[in-house]
């Protein structure tokens, strides 16, 4: 495991979710749990929808191993490139026109005037899709070269592009300030598309690009069979990335029939859940998906296992120790980030037993990202599909079953029993005697996690939990 490259990813992610959590602190401030704020994340969950199913989830999981088994590289990343961009840039083009009517269909409890106006806003912030979709194009060129900073540090030029537009905007009115933040998500894709073609030039991966376009015209017919494969894989691997999307979306369409200001609390709560499983799960799994994919390539499945037992106990502390103390805390946590100006004590109150919740979900979760790599570079894109579907199935029946009771509560549970139907799938297929032979390997680290975790929980029992026992 290159430790090099996962600490890059992980500072390059930990700086992009501290001027995230800037930027959401400068919200909560600007714009509170309000109305206004709800039309700004339903019309930045869109194109955000598309982006994590088309150009960074299915895109990077199908796109990796295909190039690196293509023998016409250069002809099937630029055949892939100018395909995906066409169908991507039509696709904003109907949003556009449509845009109405899209945003009807995610935020159904919103009111007329309020689905006009959130129209207009996804109308405008959609075009980051495209965008984006080169950004995770060349990021996919530069995981090949085994180079993941640029990637991981670029994230941060939105974050930064918004909490300019938040303090230009401040003290205009709402609507206004959702326009200006509108416009600077697309001015964010800007500089991170001019970051990556710098990075790609320094590694000489654009001299690649350009012989395939170049090329596509007179020997564009070598790489059409590697071209179908990969979308033959891509299909079921949209779907599969789709589903926690279809989660996401499930939860922002419940929640717009209850209080307003419930759409913002699922998002504050998810945006602190989130860093710990990007600064640990994804950047670990973005490290040394490369590895495993070649390895497989190759054919040197035993590699690739070591690989992965590398990082599973590493992955397991780090999540494990997240948990604890992201619930011990959860109170402190929104209460520092997130309460003032706009952001009151009963929206802390109500946002931190949201990430209380959620937080029960984050080992399954990470543990998930893991082991989804090992289907993944073996090419079984479908067989993750039919996990995610069941995964998927859960977390809708959950969250129906409890809803009328429990009401935006209920949506973070529904989350927590779709993680564990996940892990447990995904273990299975995994193979349950490979799950072994990874304990048995690291069967002394296992003993020592073991030991830390149960010292950490007994703190927590006894400072938090026995009180209340007694109480």
């Not at 704020?37 to 960074?56: G, M, T, Y």
């Not at 205009?172 to 964010?188: C, D, F, P, Q, R």
């Not at 926690?244 to 419930?262: E, I, K, Y």
């Not at 706009?342 to 990430?355: I, K, Q």
Request: glycine share 6%; proline share 2%; aromatic share 16%.
């Amino acid at each position: 495991m290159r430790l090099g490259a996962l600490f890059s990813n992980g500072a390059g992610i930990l700086l992009s979710r501290i001027f995230g959590f800037v930027r959401d602190l400068l919200m909560a401030s600007v714009l509170g749990a309000s109305i206004y704020s709800d039309i700004f994340f339903v019309a930045f969950k869109i194109p955000n929808l598309f982006r994590r199913i088309f150009a960074e989830g299915a895109f990077a999981q199908s796109f990796l191993p295909a190039f690196i088994a293509s023998r016409h590289k250069a002809l099937f990343a630029s055949g892939i490139f100018l395909l995906f961009m066409f169908g991507i840039i039509l696709l904003s083009i109907v949003v556009g026109i449509f845009s109405q009517g899209i945003t009807e269909l995610v935020a159904p409890g919103f009111s007329a005037l309020e689905t006009v106006e959130a129209s207009r806003f996804v109308a405008i912030q959609f075009w980051y899709l495209p965008m984006i979709f080169a950004v995770s194009f060349m990021a996919s060129l530069l995981q090949y070269k085994e180079h993941f900073a640029t990637t991981a540090f670029s994230t941060v030029l939105l974050n930064i592009a918004l909490i300019f537009a938040l303090m230009w905007g401040r003290g205009s009115h709402e609507k206004e300030i959702v326009e200006i933040l509108s416009w600077a998500v697309l001015a964010g894709g800007l500089l991170q598309i001019t970051t990556h073609i710098l990075a790609l030039r320094a590694k000489r991966m654009l001299r690649l690009l350009a012989v395939g376009f170049a090329s596509l015209g007179r020997y564009g017919y070598r790489s059409t069979m590697e071209i179908r494969r990969f979308f033959k894989n891509f299909v079921p691997a949209v779907w599969g990335n789709s589903t926690a999307q279809v989660m996401a979306f499930l939860d922002t369409w419940l929640a717009s029939f209850l209080v307003s200001g419930s759409i913002s609390y699922l998002y504050y709560a998810n945006r602190v859940f989130q860093l710990p499983l990007a600064l640990f799960a994804i950047a670990l799994s973005v490290a040394i998906f490369p590895s495993i994919a070649k390895s497989i390539s190759a054919g040197d499945e035993e590699g690739a296992l070591s690989e992965l037992s590398k990082g599973f106990v590493l992955l397991l502390f780090l999540l494990a120790t997240a948990t604890i103390v992201g619930m011990v805390f959860s109170r402190e946590i929104i209460w520092l980030l997130f309460e003032r100006g706009s952001f009151t004590r009963e929206d802390t109150l109500v946002t931190a037993t949201l990430l209380s919740i959620y937080l029960v979900s984050l080992l399954p979760f990470g543990m998930a990202k893991l082991f989804s790599l090992w289907l993944y570079s073996r090419h079984e894109q479908m067989r993750a599909a039919k996990i995610a579907t069941y995964a998927l199935l859960a977390y809708t029946l959950s969250a129906l079953a409890t809803f009328s009771i429990y009401g935006i509560y209920a949506l973070a549970a529904a989350s927590v029993v779709s993680s564990f139907a996940n892990l447990t799938l995904l273990l299975h297929a995994f193979g349950f005697e490979k799950l072994g032979a990874i304990i048995s390997r690291r069967r002394l680290s296992l003993f020592i996690l073991f030991c830390i975790l149960l010292t950490l929980l007994s703190s927590y029992i006894e400072g938090v939990l026995y009180p209340y026992i007694f109480a």
